[in-house]
């Protein structure tokens, strides 16, 4: 990815936090990941100057936080001038359709249901690597 695009994880289950950025170092990515496992946190850094200043980012969004709703950083991440390029990478337990097509209208770029099974959860977060490895962020 040219650069050095930014890994913002939001994800508070920790044991999923792990396995997402094992299997996204095991796909040969080494960009940074900033992990957060709460909302307010995770935006409170997005809107730094410094971040908005210094993109571009790939975010990484758990829906089901324990402050908020993922959909609700999507959104605010979504309407600002600065980070709406960001491209956002939707990875939940939620599988329910209304929910998905409301983050894609939202402006989620990929929404990726995580298997209760682990093999399964591997494999999704092994084709997010080779997703990211390929993918060319906008500056924000």
Known sequence: MSHSVKIVMVEDDHGHAKLIEKNIRRANIANDIVHFDHGDAA???????????????????DLNLPDMSGTDILE?????????????????????????QRCYDLGCNVYITKPVDYEAFAGAIQQLGLFLSVMQAPEI
């Not at 935006?43 to 969004?61: K, M, N, Q, S």
């Not at 001038?81 to 939620?94: D, H, Y």
């Open 76 to 100: 605010k991440v979504k309407s600002d001038e600065r980070l709406r390029r960001a491209p956002v990478v939707i990875l939940t337990t939620t599988d329910d359709k209304v929910e998905i």
């Open 43 to 61: 935006l409170e850094y997005l809107f730094t100057d410094e971040v908005r200043a210094h993109g571009p980012l790939l975010i990484l969004l």
